[in-house]
């Protein structure tokens, strides 16, 4: 199972907010470029870099930012895939994330819009996943503050995998930012409906009990970042756990 590095960029710096909420955050120690180098150096091969601003606007805000944290990826190790969601929600802004990152990340438009994702996936193949945030075990939309149409979460994977999603990222928003432990029942679940499909785990890893628990039910990826941040989790003994 692959460990996934989280950075979220919102006004510049790097924080990492808890359950979604902004005003909650807890701010790194270091900047987005820095924490990028700190990730890859440890061994980390994946980066998770969400916009905040962006996914709060509803169009990318930190494009800049994320540049120079590829920029900073790229000087430690070329190999490493630097993925970013938030704000991505027409045809035209993930072109733009894509001039910049490997792989974006949709949310909201890929649960919305169908046409959309189909459009994206065909004209950037493989490049494209789609983050699925669950609300009491039902898709949320809009940075978590609504309750999407489609609310059964494996129908919506299916439709979105059909739809040319390369992975697919399932968070607990309630979990998010807790430290609390993933949702290992929702992910089963999941994993066991679609068991040849890029699944990955986001949303409350606070340990590398966490971690082997979820690679035990056969997650294909786990995107840490709070626990990263304070230490609960050494990326370097994670990756080597993991390998």
């Known amino acids: 199972m692959e460990l996934i590095c989280a950075i979220d960029l ?4 790097a924080v990492r907010l808890v359950q979604g909420d902004y005003e909650r955050r807890i701010v790194a120690d270091a900047t987005a470029p820095d924490l990028a180098r700190r990730f890859v150096r440890a061994g980390c091969r994946r980066l998770h870099v969400v916009d905040l601003e962006g996914a709060r606007a509803g169009a990318p805000r930190e494009l800049p930012l994320a540049a120079e944290v590829v920029r900073a990826t790229r000087a430690v190790a070329p190999d490493v ?19 910049v990152v490997d792989e974006a990340l949709l949310g909201t438009a890929a649960v919305e819009d169908p046409d959309l994702l189909r459009f994206v996936a065909r004209r950037h193949p493989g490049r494209i ?6 609300r009491d075990g039902r898709p949320a939309v809009e940075g978590w503050t609504r309750t999407a149409a489609e609310d059964d979460a494996e129908a919506l994977v299916a439709r979105l995998l059909e739809s040319g999603a390369s ?30 499909d890029i699944l990955v785990a986001a949303g409350g890893i606070g340990s590398l009990d966490d971690l082997r628990a979820l690679r035990e039910i056969g997650m294909d990826g786990a ?6 941040l304070t230490g609960a989790v050494d990326p370097r003994v994670a990756v080597q756990a993991l390998g």
């Open 10 to 13: 919102l006004a510049g710096g």
């Open 223 to 228: 995107v840490v970042g709070l626990a990263l």
């Open 81 to 99: 895939v630097v993925e970013l969601g938030g704000g991505l929600r027409t045809a035209a802004d993930v072109d733009a994330a894509l001039d």
């Open 167 to 196: 992975r697919v990222t399932i968070t607990e928003t309630a979990r998010d930012g807790t430290l609390a432990g993933p949702g290992l029942e929702t992910l089963a679940r999941l994993r066991a409906a679609f068991p040849h």
């Open 129 to 134: 996943g789609v983050s699925v945030d669950l």
